[in-house]
């Protein structure tokens, strides 16, 4: 079977407001900024990339106590943003833990 799971740190940047699906589940998408230095090819990179993250469920009341700034970390996968827009990538939260 194949893999698809992404663990990420950063700062909460941005909180889109809430919603509820047709059948009552909630969602809610975030912003993450991650900045970071990693090694390449024996060379040191820095990175910096905003994601947006996708919440669903109870991770939605628990992000109701974040505030733009509260360091985080998110486990989860890697889906498209939607059918019509394959290229761009959203992390689907599995987990979400404010980072203290």
Not at 14 to 19: A, G, N, T
Not at 76 to 95: E, I, M, N, W
Request: hydrophobic fraction near 40%; glycine fraction near 6%; charged fraction near 25%.
């Amino acid at each position: 079977m194949e893999q698809n799971t992404l663990r990420l740190s950063g700062i909460l940047e941005k909180q889109f407001p809430s919603r509820r699906s047709p059948a009552g589940v909630a969602h809610q998408d975030v912003l993450v900024a991650h900045r970071s230095r990693q090694l390449e090819a024996g060379a040191s990179r820095e990175v910096r990339v905003t994601l947006t993250v996708h919440l669903a469920g109870a991770l939605v009341e628990q992000a109701r106590h974040l505030v733009p700034g509260d360091r985080i970390v998110i486990s989860g996968f890697l889906a498209p943003a939607s059918y019509r827009d394959s290229d761009k990538l959203v992390l689907h939260a599995q987990t979400l833990d404010r980072q203290d």
